[in-house]
């Protein structure tokens, strides 16, 4: 009755309409809060999933270019080390492989296919002829119809044109050990030397030589170092070349073929500040003492890659 006379009953009701109008926008608030939260939520999820997609997109195309660059990439067919009884079963299969006058093709490759000869075998092989260009220096054995097309590197290259004719110009001695011969490993602290008949060893000499390493430990400047371990190859290689000088120009075995396998600057420097005149040079990798890195550079040396066009 009181609130009525001072006309607080009226206020109270629009407090309470206030109050109810104030939960009803702060429901209607958190509600609006949550479904955008919602919203937010879900469009972070799709462009999550976009992402994913976009990337599997990518992964997928980058996958499909390798497989089209596999496709249209040149690759030879098989490769093989020949050696041995295995190099011998090969050499006789392409021995025996005959054709019709002038219709296989021997032919030494320097460093690319020569003009004379690269219309014949793009008439052959097409495009892959490009593999042997890739394959050079090498020797390619094709035929005329493309029923067998490889290439061979040889121990020994040969010195011979390109010759068509009903079958294949091979040597055995390009490949395997025939004869007497000399191998001689040379390294800037070993030396061995081995006469051959045929694969057979008959005699050998080797020795070592005090050369320091490639790098100084102490002791010495660095430019010092080097000079003595220069000065000290220099005497290793002169005992080098007293060892083979019978192979010399003019020497008691001259005439019998040698073969100089090793460190490739070392070979180089032997050959060009002597008078060895040898059958063939080669790198080879082959360390340890003298008589079993021979061994090892022996049959390093007498392998052949194949390759199958």
Same mark, same amino acid.
């Given at each position: 009755m009181l609130d009525e006379l001072l006309g607080r009953a009226s206020l109270k009701q629009r407090i309470d309409e206030l109050e109810a109008e104030t939960e009803r926008l702060r429901k209607r608030y958190e509600a609006e809060a949550e479904r955008r939260a919602e919203a937010a939520t879900a469009r972070q999820e799709v462009e999550e999933?976009?992402?994913r997609l976009e990337d599997r997109i990518a992964?997928?195309?980058g996958e499909l270019e390798q497989f089209q660059d596999d496709e249209t990439a040149l690759e030879v067919r098989r490769r093989e080390q020949l050696r041995g009884a295995r190099l011998e079963d090969i050499l006789d299969r392409l021995a025996s492989f005959q054709t019709g006058p002038e219709g296989a093709l021997t032919a030494v490759i320097d460093d690319e296919v020569p003009d004379t000869v690269r219309d014949d075998l793009a008439d052959v092989l097409g495009e892959r002829v490009a593999l042997i260009d890739e394959t050079a220096p090498c020797l390619c054995c094709i035929d005329d119809a493309g029923l067998l097309a490889v290439t061979l590197e040889p121990p020994i290259t040969p010195d011979v044109d390109a010759t068509w004719s009903d079958r294949f110009e091979l040597e055995r001695e390009w490949f395997l050990p025939t004869g007497r011969h #000399?191998? #001689?490993?040379?390294?800037?602290d070993l030396f061995a030397c081995g006469v051959y008949e045929g694969d057979e060893r008959v005699d050998y000499r080797g020795f070592e030589s005090d050369v320091k390493g490639s790098h100084s430990k102490g002791g010495f400047s660095q430019a010092r170092f080097?000079?003595?371990r220069d000065d000290q190859i220099d005497t290793h290689l002169e005992r080098c070349r007293e060892a083979l000088a019978a192979y010399e120009a003019g020497g008691e075995h001259a005439e019998t073929p040698l073969v100089l396998v090793g460190q490739r600057g070392i070979v180089d420097t032997l050959v060009d500040e002597s008078d060895l005149e040898p059958t063939a040079t080669a790198a080879v990798d082959a360390t340890g003492d003298p008589e079993p890195a021979l061994a090892d550079a022996v049959h390093s040396f007498w392998t052949t890659e194949l390759q199958v066009l």
């Open positions: 999933r976009n992402n992964q997928l195309e #000399a191998v #001689a490993l040379v390294r800037t080097e000079r003595i």
